[in-house]
């Protein structure tokens, strides 16, 4: 609350909204590519790997179709940082800001950091995909051990 205060002292109300439309651009197409190839690779390789390790179609599906979403987004992703952080922002749109970035700084500017970013959402969000091919009872108590 007290950063709300300041932030609003200090920059004006409209700043607590600083970002927003980026984000909500980013949003969309990251759960359309992730949701999609998620589907998809979820299905096919639950055919293809063999009985004995098909439990784990779910976290490799869920792995493939975080990387690509990731990456497909990180561009945008850059823009909506930049705007969040930025007192005053010359672009009106998404589009022109990435022109304007990618004009002055290069192309490889769009996907700097995607890895430690590839790290970041697979430490997050792999587990929620995975689960052991242990009975329930087995599993809570696999579950409960692994906790922090």
Known sequence: MD????????EGRLALWNGLRPTL???????IVYLGAY???????????P?????TAPALAG?????????SVAPLELVRTRRQA?????????????????RNEGCE?????????????????????FKPPFPDTHR?????RCAF
């Not at 651009?25 to 759960?31: E, Y």
């Not at 589907?39 to 790997?49: M, N």
């Not at 922002?89 to 589009?95: D, G, K, L, N, Y």
């Open 39 to 49: 589907e998809e690779l979820r299905k096919q390789l639950g055919v293809r790997l």
């Open 109 to 129: 500017v769009l996907f700097r950091g995607l890895g430690v970013r590839h790290v970041h959402t697979h430490l997050e969000h792999t587990p929620i995909n």
């Open 86 to 102: 930025a007192k005053h922002w010359p672009h009106s749109t998404v589009m022109k800001a990435l022109r304007s970035i990618v």
């Open 63 to 71: 792995m493939i179709a975080r990387t690509v979403a990731a990456t």
């Open 140 to 144: 809570s108590n696999f579950i409960s």
């Open 25 to 31: 651009v980013l949003q969309v197409p990251n759960t």
């Open 3 to 10: 950063a709300m205060f300041k932030i609003t002292a200090f």
């Open 51 to 55: 009985e004995s390790v098909s439990w």
